[in-house]
């Protein structure tokens, strides 16, 4: 089993940043993944690392937003700068036994509960 714990979640106003953390426990995963949901949308990709160091980012985020992750804490991070109103959703944490598992939420076998990051104007 692999548990996966969301935090760092908040209101920001436009064009700052927040950083969101997810604590992993349980089996290794050698994929980990930040995806987003706004109401009445389905769930979208972010971003993704995995194990020799890849990372892959959505074109809405590229440039603004950085994965990464601190091994020896068993945390993957998601650094937000620039925000914009549009980044408004409930982000979660996902994580799979796989290796570079690609960008559909399907591919993910396990989740976090979710954080809401607000981005006001």
């Known amino acids: 089993q692999v548990q996966l714990v969301e935090s760092g979640g908040g209101l920001v106003q436009a064009g700052g940043s927040l950083r969101l953390s997810c604590a992993a426990s349980?089996?290794?995963?050698?994929?980990m993944g930040w995806f987003r949901q706004a109401p009445g949308k389905e769930r979208e990709f972010v971003a993704t690392?995995?194990?020799?160091?890849?990372?892959f980012y959505a074109d809405s985020v590229k440039g603004r937003f950085t994965i990464f992750t601190d091994n020896a804490k068993n945390t993957v991070y998601l650094q937000m700068n620039s925000l914009k109103p549009e980044d408004t959703a409930v982000y979660y944490c996902a994580a799979d036994i796989g290796i570079e598992v690609g960008t559909r939420a399907q591919y993910y076998d396990y989740w976090g509960q979710g954080t809401q990051v607000t981005v006001s104007s």
């Open positions: 349980g089996r290794t995963c050698s994929t």
């Open positions: 690392a995995w194990s020799g160091g890849g990372t």
